[in-house]
């Protein structure tokens, strides 16, 4: 939510460096946060074998959305007034509420609902994480202690 308000707070500047600044500021601390948690929750609810694949994948993601906002500023150049960097700018907001959407849809992470007591609901989505049946051996839930 904060790279979203903070995408939409630089793209609607108007004459000033200060709006842009704050809007840089939120922009970088949700993809600062995003850099942070992801990875970390790909590592979570991956299976063990898969998970150096997984993890990578978003540094791939990355450097594809690096090569992408490259080629989109590289085209932009050719164009005046504020339109160049206003579609540049504003191309952020997709991927944040892409993000957002996916944050809501996602199940609860299996180590979240271990630590606050529900075991049985923490096997549920480990199981539906893994595509394994809830009786299968595979998992194996118990209290930390």
Do not use: H
Request: hydrophobic share 45%.
């Amino acid at each position: 939510m904060i790279y979203l308000v903070g995408a939409a707070i630089e793209t609607s500047a108007q004459n000033t460096y200060a709006q842009i600044l704050v809007g840089r500021l939120l922009t970088g601390l949700g993809v600062g946060a995003t850099s942070g948690l992801v990875p970390v929750i790909q590592a979570e609810q991956c299976p063990p074998r898969y998970r150096g694949l997984v993890t990578g994948s978003f540094q791939w993601a990355v450097t594809m959305g690096i090569w992408g906002v490259s080629m989109c500023s590289w085209q932009m150049q050719m164009r005046s007034g504020d339109v160049s960097w206003r579609i540049t700018t504003s191309l952020q907001m997709v991927w944040a509420a892409l993000l957002l959407i996916v944050f809501f849809l996602s199940p609860e992470s299996p180590r979240f609902l271990g630590k606050i007591g529900k075991w049985d609901e923490a096997k549920k989505n480990l199981c539906n994480l893994r595509g394994l049946p809830e009786d299968s051996e595979d998992i194996t839930v118990s209290p930390i202690r």
